[in-house]
């Protein structure tokens, strides 16, 4: 079978890597991909929302499966795209349509969806510029930290959480002027809920699902978690609070109604849901969906994953994922991400990067970086993903920081304490 894998990053090669290992596996396209991907797949430079080069690219060479990577194309309809058009409606594509995208595209659709199918989660209030006075005795009502979250997409830096009142009411305002463009035009304002983070996955053909491995990332650039939030320094599988009765509380609670309501919505949804929890004294409650895997949980997850992923991915396009059993490794896998110098803010581009084919205790993840000749530069804020695994965090987690004293590129900087609160 030939796969075409969208997306650029950490995620997409952690795909690309794990699709490659099928027996059924023939030839892998990525588009656009970047320095990882092109070792083992046949790279592409397609923008992942150009969908009529894409259908041209599937049709050029005969395609058979389209895993798609990042929430923006799935937000913009590509499932749509191809149910709708006669020549790629029979392919392949995992992930949900425009109408199941919309519980992350929307913070608002999202909360009304959790709401009505009676999943726990935050204390809310969607509000807009013309009720900007509601918002504000909204605020007024609430404990602080404020937790304000732009209801669109805004590329991981829609949500503010603010400890003062007359900020929050200030950060308010800019919102609805445009802060983080059309994005903030509504947005949500939610209690805050205090407790630990831990992201579950499962893979869902709409009415059938597989759990996946839990994860646990480190958003802020900061050690001890402070600082700017990035789209993820590192993250950790298995969660050890996360055991098999905290398990059974977030199936029976929120995995299963969550389910329920896509098949009741009546939404085409084959494709993966990440829920974001905070575990308040053994209590979960969603902080938000994601429609897509996450990144960098999906570098310790998949790998986590003995089944045939292709396997897997078929079965959800066909709608039999009741009749497959996934494997999982027992082993601990943890991640650590290298990144450039000034991110999340400013940083430069073009580093040349060294040292990557002296890594052996690692699974090398290219993130944001591109071939120029015979050298790999870095072309994004967080430039590569490491990988181990060992019995526990502790020994994991040494493999990942020492390989990552192996790589270099000018501005190198990665977090030193990732697992620190578990």
């Known amino acids: 079978m030939n796969i075409l894998v969208i997306g650029a990053g950490g995620r997409e090669h952690t795909f690309a890597w794990k699709l490659s290992q099928s027996k059924n596996a023939d030839k892998i396209f990525v588009a656009p991909g970047n320095a990882g991907t092109a070792e083992f797949c046949t790279n ?35 499932v749509d795209f191809f149910s709708n058009d006669s020549k790629l409606k029979n392919i392949a594509i995992i992930g949900p ?5 919309m519980l992350e595209g929307s913070k608002a659709y999202s909360k009304e969806f959790m709401q009505k199918y009676n999943i726990p989660t935050a204390k809310y209030g969607n509000f807009s510029i013309d009720t900007i006075n509601e918002a504000y005795a909204f605020l007024d009502s609430l404990q602080a930290p404020y937790v304000l979250k732009a209801d669109g997409l805004a590329a991981g830096k829609g949500v503010l959480i603010i ?20 994005a903030s035009a509504t947005v949500v304002i939610e209690e805050f809920m205090k407790g630990i983070e831990v992201s579950y996955f499962v893979l869902t053909d709409g009415t059938n699902y597989v759990l ?11 050690e001890g978690e ?4 990035t789209g993820g320094m590192g ?3 298995p969660v050890p609070f996360a055991n098999a009765e905290f398990t059974k509380i977030v199936t029976k609670t929120i995995i299963e109604p969550t389910i329920n309501g896509i098949k009741q919505e009546g939404i085409n949804y084959k494709g993966f849901i990440f829920i974001g929890l905070m575990n308040i004294d053994g209590t ?4 938000e969906y994601n429609v897509r895997m996450g990144d960098p949980e999906t570098e310790v997850v998949l790998p986590r994953i003995k089944s045939d992923l292709l396997d897997l991915f078929t079965a959800t396009y066909n709608g039999s994922l009741n009749k497959t059993n996934i494997k999982i490794d027992e082993q601990t896998a943890t991640t650590v991400m290298l990144v450039s110098g000034g991110y ?5 581009k073009g580093k040349e990067i060294s040292g990557v084919e002296k890594v052996a205790e690692s699974i090398v993840f290219h993130a944001g970086t591109k071939q120029e000749g015979n050298k790999v530069l870095t072309s994004g804020g967080r430039v590569i993903a490491l990988t181990s695994f060992g019995n526990n965090k502790n020994e994991a987690l040494k493999k990942s920081f020492e390989s990552a004293e192996i790589i270099n590129f000018e501005g190198k900087y990665y977090r030193r304490d990732i697992g620190f609160d578990l």
């Open 44 to 78: 592409i430079e397609i923008s992942v929302n150009d969908f009529q080069k894409i259908k041209d690219l599937v049709l050029a060479e005969n395609i058979q499966m389209v895993v798609v990577g990042p929430e923006d194309p799935l937000v913009n309809g590509i």
């Open 97 to 101: 349509d425009a109408q199941g995208a």
């Open 163 to 182: 400890d003062d009142l007359d900020e929050a009411k200030q950060s308010l305002k800019e919102m609805f002027d445009g802060k983080f463009g059309n």
């Open 212 to 222: 996946l491995p839990e994860a646990k990332d480190y958003k802020r650039i900061g």
């Open 226 to 229: 402070t600082g700017l939030n």
């Open 235 to 237: 993250a950790i599988s």
């Open 284 to 287: 979960p409650k969603v902080v």
């Open 344 to 348: 999340p803010e400013n940083y430069a």
